[in-house]
């Protein structure tokens, strides 16, 4: 199968790749410029590669089209973009790509209409925005378009910013005190293994899927609280680091439940292996072997 991925430098994107290409599939990805190709470095000459700023055709008439699109790049806004790159990141960029027979976009939890921290009120409209165009263009053409719910996805080597690896990375530190807010929030936790299967699920039974526009919720189908998610990690790294709940306040309209509807996956076939205690196993280990 023909696969065009983009995102693909990134930490879901990355293992996408490495699997698709495992599974014999025939790869091209889209990437900035400036992207490190350091998740890459080993398999970066069995991609076809093209620059985000380029033609964005050349894939289309190299490859003579593509049978599936899976859209992983994102732009939160976090590191001061403006509202205009955040637009052209996440909606005018992947409009451009709706051309494939199945385009799976990788949304999150964090595109609700509930108001978000601020910068992620830009990034939430964005990414709905594209969601609509694509929801369109299944109606009109023949896409098949599935918008991917993507809830709290963690694992080995992801992003040091990421809430999961920091506090995985304070505990094994062992420093003095983590400030955290009082953790209620419900969250839906998902290992990145797991992650990678949902997609292989999707991209084999995709003929199976609705014709048209179509949600998928993508997590492991349970929540747990900040609280025990950062109390686990604790326990599970040995840590002799002060855990003080309460210490933050939560953020103006936090998000208080989150947890990802499975139905379709499970119909599909696929369910997820890693309990929350063996992908933190997993993952504070590896993170152990870089300190």
Not at 189 to 218: C, N
Request: contains cysteine; glycine residues 6%; aromatic residues 10%.
């Amino acid at each position: 199968m023909k696969v065009l991925v983009t995102g693909a430098t990134g930490y879901l994107g990355s293992n996408l790749v490495r699997r698709l290409l495992a599974d014999g599939h025939e790869i091209a990805a889209f990437k900035r410029r400036e992207s490190s190709l350091a998740r890459v470095a080993d398999i970066v000459s069995a991609i076809d590669w093209y620059y985000t700023d380029d033609d964005l055709t050349a894939p289309f008439k190299r490859h003579d089209g593509f049978d599936t699109v899976i859209h992983t790049a994102t732009c939160y806004g976090r590191n001061g973009e403006s509202p205009a790159q955040v637009f052209s990141a996440n909606t005018e960029f992947p409009v451009k790509l709706l051309d494939a027979a199945t385009y799976f976009n990788t949304d999150t939890y964090f595109n609700t209409d509930t108001i978000l921290y601020p910068y992620l009120n830009f990034y939430s409209l964005s990414k709905r925005q594209f969601a609509e165009w694509g929801s369109m263009a299944a109606r009109t053409g023949s896409t098949r378009f599935v918008n991917i719910r993507l809830e709290h996805i963690y694992g080995p080597g992801d992003d040091k910013s990421k809430f999961t690896t920091h506090i995985v990375r304070q505990c094994l530190r062992n420093v003095p005190e983590i400030a955290l807010t009082p953790g209620e929030q419900l969250r839906d936790f998902v290992f990145i293994d797991d992650v990678v299967a949902a997609y292989k699920t999707l991209l084999d039974k995709q003929s199976t899927l609705p014709e048209g526009f179509s949600d998928v919720g993508l997590g492991s189908g349970g929540a747990v609280t900040i609280r025990e998610f950062v109390t686990q990690v604790h326990r599970l790294s040995s840590s002799k680091s002060r855990l003080i709940f309460g210490a933050l306040p939560y953020r103006d309209h936090e998000i208080m439940q989150s947890v990802a509807d499975i139905t379709t996956l499970l119909q599909l076939g696929w369910q997820p292996n890693y309990s929350l205690e063996i992908g933190l196993q997993k993952t504070i280990e590896a993170e152990r072997n870089h300190l």
